[in-house]
C-alpha cells in the first residue's frame, strides 16, 4: 500500500491541468510544466483535484505509484507557489552578484566564475553579496542548480570557507594545533 500514492492532489484556483493520454500539462500563474507519465499509471480528475491509480499490485506499479503522484504534486506547486533554495558564502573576499542571465562568482580562485543561469532559473543576491536565492518553478532544476553552484567551493570543515546551503550544519574540525 502507498500511503503517498494514495493521497488525492489538490489543485488550487488558478490552475490548469491539461490530461492527454499519459501526458500531463500542468499551467498556473508562475509557469507551465509538463510531464508524461509512465503507462503503468493512471491519472484521472475529479472535482479539483487529481488522482494517480495504479493497476495492479506488481512490484514496478508499486515503485512508480508514490513517485508519479509526487512528481505531479510538486508541479502543481511549482506554477501555483514556485521553489526556492537560498545558499550563503562565508569567506574573506568570497562575493557573488547577478547581471542579466549569469551570475558571478569570486571565490578565492585566480579567476572569477560566470554561471549561465538556466532557463526558468532566477536567481537574486542580497546587498551584502553574500546571500543567493535560486527560485524557478521546476524543483529539480532548482535543486540541481544550486548543487552545481555549491560544487564552485564546497564548505570546508576547518575554517567553514565556502559556498553552503543556508540551512545546511557545517561540521568543524580542529586544526594541528586544537589536538593537546
Same mark, same amino acid.
Given at each position: 500500500?502507498?500511503?503517498?500514492?494514495?493521497?488525492?492532489?489538490?489543485?488550487?484556483?488558478?490552475?490548469?491541468?491539461?490530461?492527454?493520454?499519459?501526458?500531463?500539462?500542468?499551467?498556473?500563474?508562475?509557469?507551465?510544466?509538463?510531464?508524461?507519465?509512465?503507462?503503468?499509471?493512471?491519472?484521472?480528475?475529479?472535482?479539483?483535484?487529481?488522482?494517480?491509480?495504479?493497476?495492479?499490485?506488481?512490484?514496478?506499479? =508499486?515503485? *512508480?505509484? !508514490?513517485? $508519479?503522484?509526487?512528481? #505531479?504534486?510538486?508541479?502543481?506547486?511549482?506554477?501555483?507557489? +514556485?521553489? @526556492?533554495?537560498?545558499?550563503?558564502?562565508?569567506?574573506?573576499?568570497?562575493?557573488?552578484?547577478?547581471?542579466?542571465?549569469?551570475?558571478?562568482?569570486?571565490?578565492?580562485?585566480?579567476?572569477?566564475?560566470?554561471?549561465?543561469?538556466?532557463?526558468?532559473?532566477?536567481?537574486?543576491?542580497?546587498?551584502?553579496?553574500?546571500?543567493?536565492?535560486?527560485?524557478?518553478?521546476? =524543483?529539480? *532544476?532548482? !535543486?540541481? $542548480?544550486?548543487?552545481? #553552484?555549491?560544487?564552485?567551493?564546497?564548505?570546508?570543515?576547518? +575554517?567553514? @570557507?565556502?559556498?553552503?546551503?543556508?540551512?545546511?550544519?557545517?561540521?568543524?574540525?580542529?586544526?594541528?594545533?586544537?589536538?593537546?
Amino acid at each position: 500500500m502507498s500511503r503517498i500514492g494514495n493521497k488525492p492532489i489538490p489543485v488550487p484556483n488558478g490552475v490548469e491541468i491539461t490530461l492527454s493520454g499519459q501526458d500531463i500539462k500542468v499551467k498556473g500563474g508562475k509557469g507551465t510544466l509538463s510531464l508524461s507519465a509512465h503507462p503503468l499509471m493512471n491519472v484521472k480528475q475529479e472535482d479539483n483535484q487529481l488522482v494517480v491509480e495504479r493497476p495492479d499490485d506488481s512490484r514496478k506499479a =508499486k515503485s *512508480l505509484h !508514490g513517485l $508519479t503522484r509526487t512528481l #505531479i504534486n510538486n508541479m502543481v506547486v511549482g506554477v501555483s507557489e +514556485g521553489f @526556492k533554495r537560498e545558499l550563503d558564502i562565508k569567506g574573506v573576499g568570497y562575493r557573488a552578484e547577478v547581471k542579466g542571465r549569469v551570475l558571478n562568482l569570486t571565490l578565492g580562485y585566480s579567476h572569477p566564475i560566470a554561471y549561465d543561469l538556466p532557463q526558468g532559473i532566477d536567481a537574486a543576491v542580497d546587498d551584502k553579496k553574500t546571500h543567493i536565492t535560486i527560485s524557478g518553478v521546476d =524543483k529539480q *532544476l532548482v !535543486g540541481s $542548480t544550486a548543487a552545481k #553552484i555549491r560544487s564552485f567551493r564546497k564548505p570546508e570543515p576547518y +575554517g567553514g @570557507k565556502g559556498v553552503r546551503y543556508s540551512d545546511e550544519r557545517i561540521i568543524r574540525k580542529e586544526g594541528k594545533a586544537g589536538g593537546k
